[in-house]
């Protein structure tokens, strides 16, 4: 694993990370906050954008599909085309392309144009995530990979715990097109922190096509991926049409989405600690254990969350438990791949948007033509699915896995 390192002793090395690093580090969180905030929007913006536009409320997720599928070929394809530039400088740009795509949304005069910023927001999330692990570990000497994943990652999280909700808030006391327009704002900030913080990241090696593909061959990197998709997108085609399950399932007020969500947020990055310390000791048994919270919180919403109180309180199991799959399952994949960090992570980055995009869309589908409270049976018979695939690799796992 390729990390920033000198002569110094270990122990030097240990006591005297500079601050700036750590700071660099930080930056990519922000940049990681505002991707995962721009693609996740629109889920609390869902019933105002539909009726503003006048579509439909499954007409309106695909504002969670576009992006995700577009992410979902940029994440692998991104690292092959920019061969060996600067790593910052890409970082850069592909955050002000977001700024770009965040301030159409804002203006955009129809569903199409909302939808043609969606495409280009879905670039910039998939290269930046493409990317952003590797550059956070790439900062710090090697003991400190772990709390510089965790912060990357945190960045994810703290954007479900603040960003969607406050965009939520933001939209419904003042008006949809100005959540977007204050995100574009935020972009700007991002640049501005990257600039600063980070210093010139030459790649250490090209990532080729024949790389990205040579990571099949081992067992945990597939089955990872799978889980991932399994997970992710099980938890979208629920997670997509939360505000409308909340007020037409529960009886939420729509004023109480915004604070719902923010329960939601604030579990998720508990889930997210919690999952990183049992991944350390046992990280297959880590994303089983989240793989049944998620599809029991799930199976329990639609069966007896008809009442506030109840829906409250399973949507904060729900979001503790999807909280550690991020970095669950990308501590299962590295442990497994150190030596092609970056290939494994687009690999795996290009997974988790194809599964936001498709659950969103399976989302839609469900809720238009079957009956909303469907998708969440759909979002727990995948995580029962993605369970028995991490406990199939038992015998690989324990193999492929070493510690990180």
């Known amino acids: 694993m390729t990390t920033v390192s000198g002569s110094a002793a270990p122990e030097f090395v240990a006591e005297q990370v500079p601050l700036r690093r750590w700071f660099g580090v930080a930056a990519v969180a922000m940049g990681t906050f505002a991707v995962v905030t721009s693609e996740q929007l629109p889920v609390g913006l869902l019933p105002s954008v539909s009726s503003a536009l006048g579509v439909s409320e499954g007409t309106a997720g695909l504002m969670v599909t576009v992006p995700g599928l577009v992410a979902s070929v940029a994440a692998p394809i991104l690292p092959v085309a920019i061969g060996r530039m600067d790593r910052r400088v890409v970082l850069l740009g592909l955050i002000t392309l977001m700024v770009g795509a965040d301030l159409l949304s804002a203006f955009a005069p129809n569903f199409a144009?909302?939808?043609?910023?969606?495409f280009l927001v879905g670039i910039a999330i998939g290269g930046f995530w493409a990317l952003a692990a590797g550059i956070a570990v790439r900062m710090v000497p090697e003991k400190f990979v772990p709390q510089a994943t965790a912060i990357a990652?945190?960045?994810?999280?703290?954007a479900n715990v603040l960003g969607i909700p406050a965009g939520t808030l933001i939209g419904e006391s003042t008006d949809w097109r100005i959540a977007f327009g204050v995100l574009g704002g935020l972009g700007l900030v991002v640049v501005v922190a990257l600039l600063?913080?980070?210093?010139?990241?030459?790649?250490?090696?090209?990532?080729?096509?024949?790389?990205?593909?040579?990571?099949?061959?081992?067992?945990?990197v597939r089955a990872g991926v799978l889980v991932t998709f399994l997970l992710v997108s099980g938890h979208f085609a629920a997670f997509t049409f939360v505000s409308p399950i909340l007020q037409n399932l529960a009886g939420l007020d729509k004023s109480a989405?915004?604070?719902a969500l923010l329960i939601f947020g604030i579990a998720g990055i508990i889930g997210n600690f919690l999952t990183g310390t049992m991944a350390s000791r046992d990280v297959r048994a880590a994303l089983i254990t989240i793989s049944a919270v998620l599809a029991t919180a799930l199976v329990l919403v639609a069966l007896v969350g008809g009442t506030s109180v109840i829906a409250l309180g399973l949507l904060l199991v729900w979001g503790l438990a999807f909280g550690g799959i991020p970095v669950g399952v990308q501590t299962w994949i590295l442990r497994a791949q150190p030596e092609s960090m970056e290939a494994a992570t687009a690999l795996n980055t290009a997974m988790f948007n194809l599964?936001?995009?498709?659950?969103?869309?399976?989302?839609?589908?469900?809720?238009?033509?079957?009956?909303?409270?469907?998708?969440?049976?759909?979002?727990?018979?995948s995580s029962v699915l993605a369970a028995l695939a991490v406990w199939s690799t038992r015998g690989a796992g324990a193999a492929s896995i070493t510690e990180a």
């Open 113 to 118: 144009l909302l939808l043609a910023s969606r």
């Open 153 to 158: 990652f945190g960045g994810a999280t703290a």
């Open 196 to 220: 600063a913080l980070l210093p010139h990241l030459p790649a250490t090696q090209a990532v080729h096509l024949r790389t990205l593909g040579q990571q099949f061959r081992n067992p945990v």
């Open 257 to 259: 989405v915004g604070p």
């Open 355 to 381: 599964a936001i995009a498709l659950g969103a869309l399976f989302g839609g589908l469900i809720t238009d033509n079957v009956a909303l409270s469907a998708v969440l049976w759909f979002g727990a018979t």
